[in-house]
């Protein structure tokens, strides 16, 4: 190899070239180029990631993509990453200037990046070249059902016969996951939640374990439904709880049948710490409508779901912000049927709002809110799409993203309704699910038993009324994994 130095002079006021002594006050810079590296070409590439998956079919990773390039020996390499549905710019520094690749990771599913190399052949990057724009885009998720072949009643379920509602909380101190189902009195319609407590051994052992065990029954307390909710392992005033949020209904229209044209949010808390299977019967408000005459810009409140840094099973200390998504209605008109915003400030939720009070749909026809942590301040929401005013029969699975700054979530940190991103859905034996089916898919929930990311389970309701091949509202509580995270 035939190396070739070259000095260069600069100081004030003239350039002094190839070998001439240096002067005070004169600086001097060094390269060394080799004849191979002159005629190296700089070549860049941003390609998808297969992920390892389940079953014959291979889905593309939803958060990984990969950089590939050829390159003159550099110091340094940069790649600088643009989310192009937000625009904002991330640097990074490729571990190894010696590499030819590197997995760019924690990227949104189904959007499109745009990528640069910068080859820096100095540590200050003053001789650097660029290359130019590589695009490619992460694959949308894909979530596959637990059991056999395809039809509801060959779902593999946790709670054969749960109306429809089931969430697992994990118990910071155990590390435990506690799986809440809803059931239902045939005789006197009345519903009330079960609890079962178990470690987790892997989602086949996990299933079969939890199913073999006694459930316990939590008491039915007053008006409120059981239809949905959620329950938070949380730290207020010192008292570690399980907060188990709910609907409040102002009356039954009929016996078993709640009245949603008044729905409030209300709790009731655990006695047993964070074990959460013991609750009181005291029922707290912690969210009203405008009938109450205490400002609120909804007219009813529902399926709502509060978010904080849980990603590592942390309890939510009250002191610290949270943010909530609201199903409900607003007074100024805008959607009967949409997802809402509200901060966490001084004990108290926050909706947010124009400056005519009107309160903000973040998106206007939409329920059923689901939110994942994906560590700091960046959050996932999935909801229930409704593409349609007048049918439950079109509604997708959709996400959009937010990251903040310094622990807190604003509604500006969300992204736009239209840039949400598709879910789809596979039967057992790999079959993507149609939309009818697809529809007989009903309150979802996340949950992370190892606290990975790339384990990613979530709860559904097995074939609801809005499948119109289908006439009951459940065939269980059933499982799906992300198959490509």
Not at 107 to 133: H, I, N, R, W
Not at 444 to 466: A, K
């Amino acid at each position: 190899m035939i190396i070739t130095r070259s000095w260069l002079w600069l100081s004030l006021g003239f350039i002094v070239l190839l070998g001439i002594s240096a002067a005070a006050g004169v600086l001097f810079f060094s390269t060394d180029v080799t004849v191979e590296d002159a005629l190296t070409p700089l070549t860049f590439e941003l390609v998808p990631v297969a992920a390892e998956g389940k079953g014959e079919q291979v889905y593309s990773s939803s958060t990984i993509l990969k950089a590939r390039w050829s390159a003159p020996d550099a110091e340094r390499l940069t790649i600088n990453l643009t989310d192009t549905v937000t625009s904002a710019v991330t640097e990074i520094d490729v571990s190894d200037a010696a590499l030819e690749e590197q997995n760019i990771s924690q990227l949104k599913s189904g959007t499109l990046y745009e990528a640069t190399l910068t080859v820096c052949q100095d540590a200050l990057c003053l001789f650097s070249e660029t290359s130019g724009v590589a695009t490619a885009s992460t694959s949308e998720e894909y979530w596959q059902l637990e059991g056999d072949g395809q039809g509801w009643e060959s779902m593999t379920s946790v709670a054969a016969s749960g109306v429809a509602a089931a969430y697992v909380m994990t118990n910071p101190d155990s590390d435990e996951l506690t799986l809440y189902t809803t059931l239902r009195d045939s005789e006197t319609h009345t519903a009330f939640i079960t609890s079962r407590t178990l470690a987790w051994d892997g989602l086949t052992s996990w299933i079969q374990d939890i199913n073999n065990l006694e459930k316990n029954v939590i008491e039915e307390t007053g008006p409120l439904a059981y239809s949905t909710y959620q329950t938070i392992p949380l730290i207020e005033s010192g008292r570690e709880i399980v907060r188990l949020f709910m609907e409040l209904h102002a009356e039954e229209a009929e016996p078993g049948i709640p009245n949603s044209d008044e729905v409030r949010l209300a709790s009731i808390d655990s006695m047993d710490g964070f074990t959460g299977a013991e609750f009181s019967e005291e029922v707290t408000v912690r969210l009203g409508i405008e009938a109450d005459g205490e400002g609120s810009p909804l007219t009813h409140v529902r399926q709502s779901k509060i978010g904080w840094p849980d990603r590592t099973g942390d309890p939510w200390n009250t002191e610290e912000d949270a943010f909530m998504f609201i199903t409900g209605a607003d007074s100024c008109g805008a959607t009967r049927d949409g997802l809402f915003f509200a901060s966490w400030y001084k004990n108290d939720w926050i909706i947010g709002t124009k400056d005519d009070g009107c309160a903000i749909p973040i998106v206007e026809r939409a329920h059923g809110p689901v939110i994942v942590h994906l560590g700091g301040d960046n959050y996932k929401l999935y909801f229930e799409h409704r593409l349609s005013d007048t049918s439950n029969q079109n509604k997708p699975f959709h996400i959009l993203y937010a990251s903040g700054a310094e622990g807190e979530i604003l509604l500006s940190d969300w992204e736009d309704e239209s840039e949400s991103r598709e879910v789809h859905f596979l039967w057992p034996d790999g079959t993507l699910m149609n939309l009818d089916n697809e529809m007989g898919l009903g309150d979802h929930q996340i949950f992370m038993p190892t606290h990975d990311l790339g384990e990613q389970y979530m709860l559904v309701n097995l074939g609801g009324l809005d499948d119109p091949t289908w006439e009951r509202a459940t065939a269980g509580i059933g499982v799906a994994t992300l198959i490509n995270p």
